[in-house]
Each structure stands twice: as structure tokens, then as C-alpha cells.
């Protein structure tokens, strides 16, 4: 259902744009490793970029805000369209950036963050360009489609705004219902609150932290009523800010774990202060 290779070019950009002047496997100068490693003068490795648009046939559409990409330094590229991973090998001669083929996880999404992805994978498959100015990152194609990036910092729990993207049953990740995308918020205070959207109602509770845990207290919240996939997911959110949970940070993505197994995952989208 996914396009496979276009999260390929995002990720080959990054690296080129993160550094100006990328070389190839080949390459007589560099500080790359043998073996195919793409190679930058810059610490490119480790860096997340967030992708902010994708234009396509003149029409620009704002990327979700899970959608990233980022590149080791084997030529391998790791990130998020919107809803679905991805993984994909990529080339770089120069400022052109060579696709190769790559996979997707196939989650349903909703059907604006399903065109996203399909506007993304289009854009991300042949040669590419890449230009960097400051910390943006243009990526784009022969027939005028592209993608601008921006590189981002790693999140902290606190003062973050953090959207919630997908939730958890064990190991299965499954996306938010119909509707509820990009609704459900939640920031955490240095005071031990937790306050935030819970897709329709708002919400204000306590929250303790530890290194690895977050024990949620008491909630409150406004008592509206809204659309029956939004009140779908205030219940299943409230069911896993209930007690102690395990929470994990990499980079800007939060994961929150209930002992019974049912989590969320959510992107950094904002910073407080």
C-alpha cells in the first residue's frame, strides 16, 4: 500500500544538506568508512530532520508532525512519513541524491496523512537535489517537486508539547482513528502537571516523574461532547494516564507504556518558553 524508496531520497538529502559538500563511496577526500559509508564533513550521523512541507504539482502540503528523516553513516535511512516507518539505501554523488529501493510499514492512516504520504513517496524517487540554507533543507526533483526539512534538536520531557501519533497494544502500533489526527496533546510541567487535549476535552492532572516511570494522578477535564471516534480515543488515552506507566524518549518521539501493556506514542511538535 506504501510506496517503497522515496523515504530513501529524504534521508540521502539530509546528509547532503547537512554538510554542503557530500562524496560518494568513491571519493578520493573525505572522512566516510569503506565500504559504500556516505561521506560528510559534517557530524550528519544521529541528526533528526523534520520534514515541514512536500510540493507537489505547485501545490504545497504541510507535513504531519511525526514525519522525519535521518541517515546513518552506512547510507541507511530510518524515518517516519506522517503515519507509516520507513527504511531505505541511499546514494550520494555530489549535490545529486539516488533513491534505491526501500520498505514501509503499511498502517491505515487517515485520509489527509495517507495523501501526505503518497505526496512524499512521489516526490522521493529518482535523482534529487539538494540545497541547504542554515539549518532548512530543500530536497527537489527534476519535474519541481519537493520537500523542505528542518533540523531538529532532541526534545526534553518537560516543556515539550507532545502530539500523540499512534497507540500501542503490546507489540502491535496502530494509528489514531478517523478524525482524531493531530488532536491529542499533552505536556508535562516542572511542577509534577500534566496538562493537555485529550483529542476533544481538555485536561489537567499531576504527574510524577522518575527516570524511567511517570505515575499519573488524579485527571480532570471538560465534559463536551464530541464525535464518536474522538470519544473513542479520550477513553482509551485516559485508560493508559492511569497510574504508573514506563516512558521512553528517542530524540522527539515519546513512548508511554501502562503495566497492562496498552501505550502511545507520540512526536515533539513544540517547546515551551
Known sequence: MRKQGTAVGVLALLVLAACGTETGAGAGSGSGSDGGA???????????????????????????????????????ATGNYGCNRFTADVRIDGETITVGPGTSTSMACEKDVQRFEAAMSGAFSGELTAALAKKTLVLSAENGDSIALTAQRPARLTGTTWTVTTLVSGTVASSLPAGAQERARLSFGKDGSVQGTL??????????????????????????????SRMK?????????????????????????????????ASATGTRG
Open 38 to 76: 556516505v561521506r560528510t564533513d559534517l557530524p550528519v550521523t544521529g541528526v533528526r530532520w523534520g520534514v515541514e512541507s512536500v510540493t507537489v504539482d505547485g501545490k504545497r502540503t504541510a507535513a504531519p508532525s511525526s514525519a522525519h528523516v535521518e541517515i546513518d553513516s552506512k547510507g541507511r
Open 199 to 228: 483529542g476533544c476535552n481538555r485536561f489537567r492532572g499531576t504527574a510524577a516523574v522518575s527516570s524511567s516511570t511517570i505515575t499519573f494522578g488524579r485527571i480532570d477535564g471538560t465534559k463536551m461532547m464530541c464525535p464518536a
Open 233 to 265: 480515543l479520550e477513553r482509551e488515552l485516559l485508560a493508559i494516564l492511569d497510574g504508573r506507566t514506563t516512558y521512553r524518549i528517542d530524540h522527539r518521539t515519546l513512548s508511554l507504556t501502562a503495566e497492562n501493556g496498552k501505550g502511545l506514542g
